[in-house]
């Protein structure tokens, strides 16, 4: 269990379908740590999802800078996108 002083915690999560709970929780699980991440969800059920805030907050204590690291790149993957699909015209 984690203490509240040691939780690296994370706040203001975009609500965006890249960042969605599934798929943070998916992708975790592919982390190799895995095991020290699932400490933190005992007897958790494997067809739910569990609490978006908490997954981050785990995550973000466990592996420091994956939650903001993986926001910064999606949103400069939305910036880039968004700029290729109205790119500004200087006539």
């Known amino acids: 269990m984690l203490k509240k002083s040691e939780v690296r915690w994370v706040e203001h999560l975009p609500n965006w379908n890249e960042f969605n709970t599934k798929r943070i929780w998916l992708s975790s699980k592919q982390r190799p740590e895995w095991q020290e991440i699932i400490r933190y969800f005992p007897d958790f059920p494997g067809d739910s999802l569990p609490n978006k805030q908490y997954l981050v907050n ?33 006539t």
Not at 67 to 88: F, G, L
């Open 58 to 90: 785990v995550l973000n204590t466990v592996v420091p800078n994956l939650v903001m690291d993986t926001i910064k790149k999606i949103r400069q993957q939305k910036v880039t996108e968004e700029e290729d699909e109205s790119p500004i015209l200087m």
